[in-house]
């Protein structure tokens, strides 16, 4: 393996390993409690040696044991020797794990980073708790209940922590907020909090529509509903969806957006496990947009749920992949609640594709080598050129139409679309990993908002606000006075894509995606080859 080629693409690697181990998609399927006292409970009057042992250590060991700890090892060296997707998950964190999936969460509301070893609120959450009480975008929170938490070395885990809890329970904070010389403090009662599926639903021109999609939770289908309602009422005659990074979720949230693309009586997906009998989800024929042209955008950080929807749309030759190889996730998981409040997720089954094909990509008994499977993906140079991806001929597979598909190994696009080298510009490479460009972005946002109050709207920002070339100048000398120095010409892309950057992440910072996105796309060549996709389908 090229240690250079991987390097490049360390961050991304490491990301997506660790949203990968904890959160790939699954079925929500509730157990009744165990009654036993131990997690693993006697069947019959016949007790098994994982008990047995269990029992002697906690009856005859020489020195005093911490028995749910010995429990714990006990239960993660099990499913250890099962699939990847077959997981512990400890009390502690339970809440947090399942979050995503329930759409919601407790809390303050309040997007927010640490800068400058202080909790600073990008975007209060509309209607939510700090927003009513008059928290501003831009406040530093200096004090929570009375102590001191700027300056602490706190990390993001540890304000989360403070600010997240039950609703209805109240946290006093202590506001830093330029032009007053105290703190101001605030008494905020916590509340339930929407998280959103759907990042944002615009038009791109007259008649083409994109939706992005971050995660499949039990809102989603709703979410995705009034989205696609709402393009529809815009004379939507073409539509991209971006399942890119969309790392799956709930089965049923997977069905219901796919069930508005399909007519009446096409499968969907099918469900098949040893002890579970064959299930099939086919497509109601209430969707709202069965015959538009449609394109779904995905890539290797898309798996379960997002390539249960790519599948379908493939395998009935109803719209075109665009992208690279999605992940390879077809297990499926059941959620069995444990008397402590941990739980375990067992998978139950694989789904397969109309076409009856599993993409379940293979493992055995190295857990790491499994998700590790993207240095390999990397070294070969797979996301680079397209015919550097190889299938074996007895997992080919055929649409309807005649098209070849494969499984056995994630969702192969119908259009190839190679990952950008940015390793191949330093300036640019280093510039982006040490997110120089996101944080001037927000300290220019937070020392320019009476200048940029005259956006009243995301568009008008979009189509009114530039990069200066003073502002362009102000960031080259952040970035020198931050260590990394710019040592020959830029070339104009360049300067075009940190310009284009800038300006987008200033827009987040002023209108969460909305002002994010429309500016993005500009420099996002996955979505520039969907939309030119459209004129030859």
Known sequence: MKKERVSAYLPVIISLAVVFGILLGFIIHPQKEATT????????????????????????????????????????SMLDELDPHSVYIPKEEFENVNESLQGNFEGIGIQFRIENDTITVVKTIPKGPSEKVGLLDGDRIVTVDDSLVAGTGLKNTDAVKLLKGPKGSEVKVGIFRRGFDELLPFNITRDVIP???????????????????????????????????????????????????????????????????????????????????????????????????????????????SEIVAGAIQDNDRGTIVGRRSFGKGLVQEQHPLKDGSAVRITVSRYYTPTGRSIQKPYGEDNEDYYMEYYERFSNGELESKDSTHFADSLKYYTPSGKVVYGG??????????????????????????????????????????????????????????????????????????????????DSEYEHRIKTLMKSYIGRNLFDDEGFFPVYHDIDNGFHKAVDSFATI
């Open 195 to 305: 998280t959103r599926s759907v990042d944002i639903a615009y038009m791109v021109n007259d008649t083409t529509g994109y939706i992005k999609v971050n995660t499949f939770a039990v809102n989603t289908g709703t979410e995705f509903s009034l989205a696609l309602k709402s393009l529809n009422g815009q004379n939507l005659q073409q539509l991209i969806v971006d399942l890119r990074g969309n790392t799956g979720g709930s089965l049923q949230a997977a069905i219901q957006m796919a069930d508005e693309f399909l007519p009446k009586g096409q499968t969907i997906v099918y469900t098949e496990g040893l002890n579970r009998p064959k299930r099939y989800a086919v497509a109601t024929g209430k969707g709202q947009y069965e015959t538009g042209k449609l394109i779904m955008l995905i890539d290797e950080g898309s798996a379960s749920a």
């Open 409 to 490: 190994g994630g969702i192969m696009p119908d259009i190839f679309v190679p990952l950008e080298r940015i390793d191949q510009h330093p300036y640019y490479f280093e510039v982006i990993n040490k997110g120089l460009l996101y944080s001037w972005s927000f300290t220019y946002t937070d020392t320019h908002r009476s200048d940029l109050e005259q956006f009243s709207n995301p568009k008008t920002y979009i189509n009114h606000f530039n990069i200066s070339g003073s502002m362009f100048s102000d960031f080259l000398q952040y970035c020198k006075e931050n260590g990394v120095e710019q040592e020959f010409d830029y």
């Open 37 to 76: 006292n131990s997690f693993f409970p006697i069947s019959g009057s016949q007790s098994n040696k994982v008990t047995e042992v269990l029992k002697y250590i906690e009856q005859d060991y020489v020195d005093t044991v911490d028995i749910e700890k010995v429990e714990e090892t006990a239960i993660i």
